[in-house]
């Protein structure tokens, strides 16, 4: 069974940035996608980004149009870890933000079905 453990939120200034971490433990991290939702209080979860298993290529990268490229995706294979660098942030940032992965190796296109607990980012004006 996986586990994904998410770190690195906190409170940050307006205009700050922030790396959040997500561990996945128990299985190929390789073989899955994965990606970042957030939940902003009172409001559903939002899709943030996705970045693709690793297969012969460089992975693939999604992003949510609302970021307007401020934040970035990346994995590190070696150590079973997701990242998001999140830049110039702001105050409609704030939110539980959640990593998810495919339940299923290898899904094209990726479901992102299983979800982690979350990390709080909390952005002050």
């Known amino acids: 069974q996986v586990q994904l453990v998410e770190s690195g939120g906190g409170l940050v200034q307006a205009g700050g940035s922030l790396r959040l971490s997500c561990v996945a433990s128990g299985r190929a991290f390789s073989r899955y996608s994965m990606g970042w939702f957030r939940q902003a209080p009172g409001k559903e979860r939002v899709f943030v980004a996705a970045i693709s298993f690793s297969g012969f290529s460089e992975p693939s990268t999604s992003y949510a149009e609302f970021l307007k490229g401020r934040f970035t995706i990346s994995r590190d294979n070696a150590k079973n870890t997701l990242y998001l660098q999140m830049n110039s942030l702001n105050p409609e940032d704030t939110a539980v933000y959640s990593c998810?992965?495919?339940?299923?190796?290898?899904?094209?296109?990726?479901?992102?079905?299983?979800w982690g607990q979350g990390t709080q980012v909390t952005v002050s004006s």
């Open positions: 998810a992965t495919d339940s299923s190796p290898w899904t094209c296109p990726p479901k992102l079905d299983y």
